[in-house]
């Protein structure tokens, strides 16, 4: 402990060691400390710990060399010469005992390479001995329970269970039949529109638009697919519970891809590399049943996005690191993301709903967000959700959920629609949050910073009056508002 604290306040540069003749010092201070030499003198010094913006205290003690004068004085000053500045405050050297002195009051006011500097005077002129070193900023140090939540956020990737409200999931025949599907127009009403229109592969499966654009503008931001496989409801609003459901609501949509259940199959029937994919994922011919087709194109379609999970973050080896007590590696995450981390798990108070691995617990809330779909028209969020739930046909308690034991449909028979629900949003997983600008359910917020800063300056007002209480104004200065900017960029996949 004690040596990673001294490699992270200063790593001291010795200079003038090179020029030194290598042979033994010519005379030996009374102090085994930081030495620097002069022609007349050696001068070794020990100092209380190094801190930005904390007073230390040097101890010092100096031999003269064969031939030289007894020191007379010592003058203790510091300054930062790629600055040209130097401490807004003066040393006090006192006199400890013979060639032994303390310098008190000196103050680093900036992390960065300061220069110590050793005046010794004797015998009419003096000599100036300095040492240089660079101080850090203080470091970010956390207590015993923020480390228990720190933990929490891991570890990463989680152990991956197949689904078993579908029958091909894990499948490689149906994984590779949906990433076909994943990747083809003619699914669509118009033959023009596919799954990556929107869930772009190389921009993290979005589409970088603060709302998605299929045959016609929607309401809602695009979510990314990576890692949707953990979820308990799908959509913004929670209108599915299964990953196969959720991606059969695209092709239905008129203004994503206006499609249906008979373009589907015939499409799949008539096509031979498609036949042919469809029954080696399902290991029968496609059935006569056009629903039947459509519910399984989105199975393989669930099959390939199963596949999406994402990689591990600077974020996931600070965590293990801080597990396995490993101090080199936890060396590696900057400052200023451990810095964005404490307001996280401290006053932030931000994990209570991005908690866990996947920084969300799957459930809904009210972030004072507008919930405006279009000009006079509202997004009922969680409200809605709850109600396409209730009236679909595609749920885990319906006759396409492949596993008879039902075990997966205990959320969606227990779900119970509440007053609060109304404005409600899925809270999104923060896992590659930065590849996914713009943000929340409308995309109305262009950056990380703007999300940030809109938690800071919350207007409690706009919050529902029965909403929860968790959320308040922070506040944040402008360095607090890049820290946490600086974590969350520190929760995407290198
Ligand atoms: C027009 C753009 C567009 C197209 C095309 C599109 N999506 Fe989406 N996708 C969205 C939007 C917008 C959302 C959020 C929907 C909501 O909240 O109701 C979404 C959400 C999802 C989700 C939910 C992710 C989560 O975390 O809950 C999945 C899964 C998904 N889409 C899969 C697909 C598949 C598969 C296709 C092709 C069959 C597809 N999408 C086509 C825009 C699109
Ligand atoms: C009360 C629960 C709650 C708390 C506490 C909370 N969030 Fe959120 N967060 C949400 C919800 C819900 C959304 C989506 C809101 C929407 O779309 O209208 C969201 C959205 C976000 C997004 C945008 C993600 C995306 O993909 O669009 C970021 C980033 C984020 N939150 C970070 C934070 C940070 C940082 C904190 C702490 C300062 C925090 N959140 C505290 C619930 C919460």
């Known amino acids: 402990m004690e040596k990673r604290r001294a490699a992270l306040r200063l790593l001291p540069v010795l200079l003038g060691l090179a020029l030194a003749p290598a042979a033994a010092p010519a005379c030996e201070p009374a102090l085994n400390g930081t030495r620097v030499e002069s022609s007349r003198f050696v001068l070794s010094y020990q100092s209380t710990p190094i801190e930005v913006g904390k007073h230390f205290a040097l101890d010092i003690a100096a031999c003269s060399k064969p031939g030289a004068p007894e020191p007379e004085s010592l003058k203790v000053d510091a300054q930062m010469p790629e600055h040209r500045h130097g401490m807004n405050y003066a040393a006090k050297v006192t006199k400890t005992g013979p060639q032994r002195w303390r310098a008190e009051g000196l103050l680093f006011h900036m992390p960065g390479r300061w220069e110590l500097s050793f005046e010794l005077r004797a015998g ?40 078993p409200s579908n029958r091909v999931s894990g499948n490689p025949e149906a994984i590779a039949f949906g990433e076909r599907l994943f990747f083809e127009p003619r699914l669509s009403g118009t033959g023009s529109v596919l799954c990556a229109t929107c869930h772009v592969p190389y921009r993290g499966f979005h589409d970088g638009r603060a709302r998605g654009f299929g045959l016609e503008d929607v309401d809602r931001n695009t979510q990314s697919v990576v890692d949707a496989r953990f979820n308990r409801w799908f959509g913004w609003d929670g209108a599915n519970d299964s990953l196969w459901a959720q991606s059969i ?40 049943d056009d629903e039947e087709v459509l519910v399984d194109v989105g199975k393989a379609l669930a099959a390939f996005q199963e596949t999406l999970v994402s990689g591990r973050t600077a974020f996931d080896d600070y965590r293990d690191a801080l597990e396995s007590n490993d101090v080199r590696e936890m060396q590696k995450y900057p ?68 596993d008879p034991a039902q075990a997966t449909a205990l959320a969606t028979l227990y779900v119970e629609a509440q007053h609060r629900n109304f404005g409600e949003f899925r809270v999104p997983t923060l896992r590659n949050v930065a590849r996914t600008a713009p943000y929340m359910h409308d995309g109305s917020l262009a950056t990380l910073r703007d999300v940030v800063r809109h938690y800071s300056e919350l207007d409690e007002e706009r919050l529902h009056g029965d909403g929860e209480k968790i959320l308040k104004p922070l506040h944040l200065s402008e360095d607090e508002v890049s820290d946490l900017v600086a974590f969350l960029e520190s929760l995407s996949a290198r």
């Open 124 to 163: 009419g002129t003096s000599d100036v001995m300095r040492n240089s070193l660079v101080v850090a900023s203080a470091p970010v140090r956390f207590t015993e329970e923020e480390k228990r939540s720190i933990l929490s956020h891991g570890p990463w990737p989680p152990k991956l269970v197949p689904d």
């Open 249 to 288: 609501r695209p092709l239905l949509d008129p203004r994503e891809m206006r499609s249906n259940a008979t373009t589907v199959s015939r499409f799949i029937r008539n096509n031979p590399p498609f036949r042919t994919g469809y029954e080696r994922a399902f290991g029968k011919k496609p059935p006569e």
């Open 335 to 402: 400052e200023d993301a451990k810095r964005g981390l404490k307001i996280f798990v401290g006053k932030g108070n931000c994990g209570l709903c991005h908690f866990g691995p996947r920084f969300t617990n799957g459930e809904f809330a009210d972030t004072g967000i507008a919930f405006f779909a279009r000009k006079g028209v509202v997004d009922p969020g969680r409200q809605g959700g709850i109600k396409k739930l209730r009236s679909s046909g595609l749920t885990l308690l319906g006759r396409f959920n492949d």
